[in-house]
T-cell receptor, first 110, second 116 residues
């Protein structure tokens, strides 16, 4: 069993839709949770960073963490074609090593 | 403020040759991490270094791979006697010192290694 599970998609939505991306994990020692966005043939870009259960909002993006269920989500409101990318969840314990999900490929159609 | 820089961006090697990948962290960052992304897979941690020290190499293959981050100059990921299975995108990330477990990692554009 992988430590972090993420549906690879692809996920295709119309412009303006609400997008929900999810990851589950098995290691209860994970304390820090991140979402990265990766455009084709580029490096990952940090979108959201949380370290507690609950919601964190930044513009059109909301990150949600439920430690009791070992489940994290990223919601994108009013999705735009420019949001088309691969979204990677990542998490870690104390220390530097990030454990990534497989990534979900998102396509937002105009 | 320049971001994380990696070079070369693309590298082609024949089986049995050596590959050297370079990473210059963001200004003021003293922690460097290397990750590998195989086709259709997520990023996998390889090694975590601070200046002149390897902190965690639990993701490094036992043979042919080595990494260093000298006091001066970029971090180097070295792959000896490359094989076709080493073909992947290799990403470097850096983070600042002194922030402990909350260090945010900023990624470079990656080096795409192709082994013929």
């Amino acid at each position: 069993q992988k430590e972090v599970e993420q549906d690879p998609g692809p996920l295709s939505v119309p412009e303006g839709a609400i997008v929900s991306l999810n990851c589950t994990y098995s290691n209860s020692a994970f304390q820090y949770f991140m979402w990265y966005r990766q455009y084709s043939r580029k490096g990952p870009e940090l979108l959201m960073y949380t370290y507690s259960s609950g919601n964190k909002e930044d513009g059109r993006f909301t990150a949600q963490v439920d430690k009791s269920s070992k489940y994290i989500s990223l919601f994108i409101r009013d999705s735009q074609p420019s949001d088309s990318a691969t979204y990677l969840c990542a998490m870690k314990q104390e220390g530097g090593k990030l454990i990534f999900g497989q990534g979900t490929e998102l396509s937002v159609k105009p | 403020n320049a971001g994380v820089m990696q070079n070369p961006r693309h590298l082609v090697r024949r089986r049995g040759q050596e590959a050297r990948l370079r990473c210059s962290p963001m200004k003021g960052h003293s922690h460097v991490y290397w990750y590998r992304q195989l086709p259709e897979e997520g990023l996998k941690f390889m090694v975590y270094l601070q200046k002149e020290n390897i902190i965690d190499e639990s993701g490094m293959p036992k043979e042919r791979f080595s990494a260093e981050f000298p006091k001066e100059g970029p971090s180097i990921l070295r792959i000896q006697q490359v094989v076709r299975g080493d073909s992947a995108a290799y990403f470097c990330a850096s983070s600042p010192p002194g922030r402990g477990a909350l260090n945010e990692q900023f990624f470079g554009p990656g080096t795409r290694l192709t082994v013929l």
